[in-house]
Structures are given as structure tokens and as C-alpha cells.
């Protein structure tokens, strides 16, 4: 008999939040810290694995944007998509909707088409190399000004034809969606799907105004949703996905215990939710370990574990003769 860890390995897999900088493994970021010539914090890998204890977001982030700071040309932003792409490609995911954080390599120099070049001509070659396909989402930094977030949608607009959304990201509490409601009207009228992280710390208001005021495609963790019965209901009626991410979760202190992560919950009351890994090389683990994890630790049944791999499919921003293929496969892997 095959176990389910097993058969979440094969199925074929969606990546819907994943932050392409928390992709940086430290071996890679020595690497490119060294012929880059440029000193790092920590000095030794050891030194830096050792430091990834976070107490909540804050903590991460920090180290994030230390991490992210030895990126400068565009081959270390190709060889570090690359790196990911081919990670994740081992383990079947076939999709991945990634995110990229441009202000925090602006705010250091590093030009827009720097970075977008080398994310996106990665992500076209393991398209033709593996038929992998993927959409890219701009994400605003939430600690920054409404203004700095106007500068970055001027910059991308040489852009857009790269570019398939925009999400919200970084510091969550004391930066509500609505303080970017005029950002995301203009984005959309851009013709740019959107999305937010919201209800990781943040209080269930935050994904009340990130679905009434924004009016998000998708949510981005939404655990707190599940404080407030009419705001599920609402995200129901919506048909939003959320797209969950279970070790992040528990490395950030979302959840204390991976036995006691919501998921299940969240199944239950009919929410869409996905699984993704958000900032895979600082949580401990890519797609198919976030999968085990769940597996081994909540106790998902086969019939969960398949809700939750269509729920990746149907969320996900491909195209719907895609999304046929992919449902097909699943259910006969499934059958
Ligand atoms: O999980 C996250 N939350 C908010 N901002 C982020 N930036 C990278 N990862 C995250
Ligand atoms: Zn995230």
C-alpha cells in the first residue's frame, strides 16, 4: 500500500506564495555573498542556520531582507530562481506563482530590470525545459509608504507584459490593506490580478478589508479568518482561495504546534485552502516536506489531502484547459 506521504510526492503539485528571495539557501547565499564581494552578517553557514529561530514575522524579516541584500546582478537573480525552480521541479510541481519583493533591491541600487530579468528568463527555461509553468506577482512592501509603492508600479510599467499580479507583503500589523486601497485601484485598472497577505498576524479586519475594499482574487495565509464565522462565509460566497503555508506557520509562531495547525479546520468549513511554502530555505522545508509535515502531524486523510492538491489547481491564476489537465491526472493518481 502506498502511504500518503508517498502519494503527495508524486501528485502533481501547485506553488501559489512563494517569495522568490526566501529561496535563498545559505550555501547559495555565500556563494554569491563571496563573488559578489560583498560581507555578510553571519560569517560562516553554520553561524546563519543557527540564527533562523524566529519568535514571530519581525524576526524573519529582518533576516530576510540581510539575506537578500547580496543580490546586485541579474545572474544572481537567475541562478537563485534557478535553483527553486529546479528544487521544486524534483518534487512535480508543474505551476508556481512566485513572488518578487522589488523595493527591497531598489531601495538598494539595484535597477527594476535588473531583477525581473533575471526572475523571469529562469522561469521561461524551466518552461522549456520541463513544461513548468508559472506566473509572476510584483509584491509591495507594507512597511512602506503608499507613495514608494506608486514609484514601484511607474518602475514596472516597461513591465507588465512580465508581470501577471501584485500581492502585499512584509510587516502585516499596524499596515492594513486599505492604507494601499488607491495603489491596487490603479493596478487593477492595470489589468493585474491581485492578491494580499492578510490574517497571518494581522486581526480578521485585515482580510475584511483586503476582500471589501481591495477586492483580492486570492488571500495570502488567512489564518485568522477563522475567528469570525460571517467572514468565512464571506470568503465562501467569494470563492477565494487561501493559500496556506504550514511550516512558515509554525516556524513564525502562527500555530505552536504543527499537530494543532488549522487546516483540517479550514477544510471543514469549506474553505479553499492550499498548501505553499512561502519562504522555503529560513522555514525548513519546499512543497513536498510541507505536505509531510501535514500529513505526519494533523493526520489529513487521502480525501483531504486530494481537496487540497485540486484546491492548488483551481486557485491558481493558469489557464482553465491547464487546470483540466492537471485535475485529470490528480484524479487518476487519486482513482
Ligand atoms: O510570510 C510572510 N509574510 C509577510 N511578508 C513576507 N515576506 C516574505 N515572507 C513573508
Ligand atoms: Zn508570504
Given amino acids: 500500500m502506498e502511504t500518503l506521504i508517498e502519494l503527495s510526492k508524486k501528485m502533481p503539485k501547485t506553488e501559489l ?10 550555501e547559495q547565499m555565500f556563494a554569491i555573498a563571496q563573488r559578489n564581494q560583498v560581507e555578510l552578517k553571519y560569517h560562516t553557514v553554520e553561524a546563519l542556520k543557527a540564527a533562523y529561530q524566529f519568535t ?13 541584500s547580496v543580490l546586485l546582478h541579474e545572474a544572481d537573480f537567475y541562478d537563485l530562481t534557478m535553483a527553486y525552480l529546479s528544487k521544486v521541479h524534483s518534487e512535480n510541481v508543474v505551476h508556481v506563482e512566485i513572488f ?28 522549456t525545459k520541463w513544461g513548468m509553468t508559472f506566473k509572476l506577482i510584483m509584491s509591495f512592501l507594507r512597511h512602506l509608504s503608499e507613495e514608494s509603492a506608486f514609484e514601484t508600479l511607474e518602475l514596472s510599467k516597461p513591465f507588465l507584459p512580465l508581470i501577471d499580479g501584485v500581492g502585499l507583503d512584509s510587516s502585516e500589523v499596524g499596515h492594513p490593506p486599505e492604507k494601499f486601497l488607491r ?3 490603479a493596478c487593477k485598472d492595470l489589468g493585474l490580478k491581485v492578491t494580499a497577505h492578510a490574517g497571518e498576524e494581522g486581526p480578521p479586519e485585515y482580510v475584511w478589508q483586503a476582500i471589501d475594499q481591495i477586492g483580492v482574487d486570492r ?5 485568522r479568518a477563522l475567528e469570525d464565522d460571517q467572514l468565512i462565509e464571506e470568503i465562501k460566497k467569494r470563492g477565494l482561495t487561501l493559500t496556506v503555508c504550514p511550516l512558515s506557520n ?30 522555503p530555505a529560513y522555514f525548513g522545508g519546499y512543497m513536498a516536506d510541507n505536505y509531510a509535515s501535514l500529513i505526519t502531524h494533523t493526520g489529513i486523510s487521502k480525501e483531504e489531502l486530494l481537496q487540497l ?26 482513482a
Fill in 17 to 26: 506564495h512563494l517569495h522568490i528571495e526566501g529561496t535563498f539557501e545559505p
Fill in 56 to 68: 514571530n514575522l519581525q524576526d524573519f524579516l529582518d533576516l530576510y531582507y540581510q539575506g537578500m
Fill in 100 to 127: 518578487f519583493d522589488p523595493q527591497g533591491h531598489l531601495s538598494r541600487g539595484v535597477p527594476f530590470d535588473t531583477q525581473i530579468n533575471g526572475i523571469y528568463n529562469a522561469l521561461k527555461d524551466a518552461e
Fill in 183 to 185: 495603489v491596487f485601484e
Fill in 219 to 223: 488571500i495570502d495565509h488567512g489564518n
Fill in 250 to 279: 509554525l516556524k513564525l509562531c502562527v500555530v505552536n504546534d504543527m499537530k494543532d495547525h488549522p487546516i483540517k479546520t479550514m477544510l471543514k468549513r469549506g474553505l479553499n485552502a492550499t498548501v505553499n511554502s512561502d519562504d
Fill in 309 to 334: 492538491a485540486q484546491n492548488g489547481i483551481t486557485g491558481s491564476w493558469m489557464e482553465n484547459n491547464l487546470k483540466e489537465k492537471h485535475l485529470a491526472q490528480l484524479r487518476t493518481l487519486f
